[in-house]
């Protein structure tokens, strides 16, 4: 139903005065054309809204009904108007940022605590998201950016990466594993384990990296059970239910159910931020210079 802002202004007016020329005196306007906003919209609506009486008005049950759906919409498009103009202006700005929950840590929490330090204009809104997910919701613009892991080996067009941070990859066994208590671990020992794995279907970069490892130490990797969190892997690990590879992060968040292992020679795996390669927002820009 297409209802204008000045009818609903006139409406409200009414309701809340109880009389047309009270509320034609707030919004400084003639009784007859208020009159007609009102007719308008009961016209539209199909239903008297207003019993006239000789002190005033009263409403029906299908204005009251009306009134406590629509008596903040007049205050919210203000409210909007206001927040946009103040946006373009660059008083405030809005920074979407998708996430792995694998990558957090104090020093992107510090990341965070620093940019809201410079910028507390910029409202930050964070979403946890699968790193496939994230890549798409920056490629049609439902993010600004996001921390999606490793960088893809066939990185999708339009997005650039920036990396951020390097960190080890573990193998992470049950604490009750034969290798829990080895101080590193070589790839080709882990041939005849069963994996547990992030999914290919969420992490793909991440996937691949993993096969690639074990291809290149003479094997291919026994995965039983699949999970598109690396929390979900790191408890199913802690469970009993097999071994990992995973970051440093979170194979650190099962101890001491599940222990990390480094591996022999070390392996370090490089997070990136994405984001889309034409000019974004200031504030991704700032976001993107506190990060490096």
Known sequence: MDYSLRELECFIAVAEERSFTRAARRLRLAQPPLSR????????IGAVLF??????????????VFYEETRNIPRRLLRAGE???????????????????AVMSDDLAGVFRSFRAKHPQVHITLHDLPPQDQLDAIADGRLDGGFV????????????????????????VPSGHPLAGNKTVALPALADESFIAISRASAPAFADKVRDLCAAAGFRPRIILESPRAQA???MVSAGSGIALLPDTPAAL????AKAVPLRPGVKIRHVFACRERRGSGAVADFIRLLR
């Open 233 to 235: 892997v790191a408890l």
């Open 37 to 44: 906003h009102v007719k308008a919209l009961e016209e539209k």
């Open 149 to 172: 892991g490793i960088e893809p080996d066939d990185p999708p067009a339009g997005i650039r990466f920036i990396p951020w941070r390097a960190e080890s990859l573990v193998c992470l």
């Open 51 to 64: 019993i006239r009486e000789p002190r005033g008005v009263s409403l029906t049950e299908a204005a009251n």
């Open 254 to 257: 099962v101890k001491p159910s």
């Open 83 to 101: 927040a946009a103009r103040r946006c373009a202006s660059g008083e405030i700005s809005r920074l979407r940022l998708g996430f792995v929950s």
